[in-house]
């Protein structure tokens, strides 16, 4: 399975982005997807993931401001980032797979300026 990864940028504080992450290969073994996050000198972080039917967790640090989605027919994840802050900078992973995630992504990174 290949991840790939798209979207990132430099944006305002307040502003929006959308990632995109298409899978391809053998993607049967796809039920659970996600998006990661790492900061600088910070540890990787569970952004917000998606199972096949639907079922989705946040981080509470992005509740209420992005959402995540997904298309089967395409076997693509989306990330729409909202009112993005400074703290959101980081790059950003893409990751699937089923039970556990382990097929990854590059990263794009995001770039929140004040």
């Known amino acids: 399975v290949q991840l790939q990864a798209s979207g990132g940028g430099l944006v305002q504080a307040g502003g929006s982005l959308r990632l995109s992450c298409a899978a391809s290969?053998?993607?049967?073994?796809?039920?659970?997807m996600a998006w990661y996050r790492q900061a600088p000198g910070k540890q990787r972080e569970l952004v917000a993931a998606?199972?096949?039917?639907?079922?989705?967790n946040y981080d509470d640090s992005v509740k209420g401001r992005f959402t995540i989605s997904r298309d089967n027919v395409k076997n693509a994840v989306y990330l729409q980032m909202n009112s993005l802050k400074p703290e959101d900078t980081a790059v950003y992973s893409c990751a699937a797979g089923y039970p556990a995630l382990i097929y990854w992504g590059q990263g794009t990174q995001v770039t929140v300026s004040t």
């Open positions: 290969g053998n993607i049967d073994s796809i039920n659970d």
């Open positions: 998606i199972t096949s039917d639907g079922r989705i």
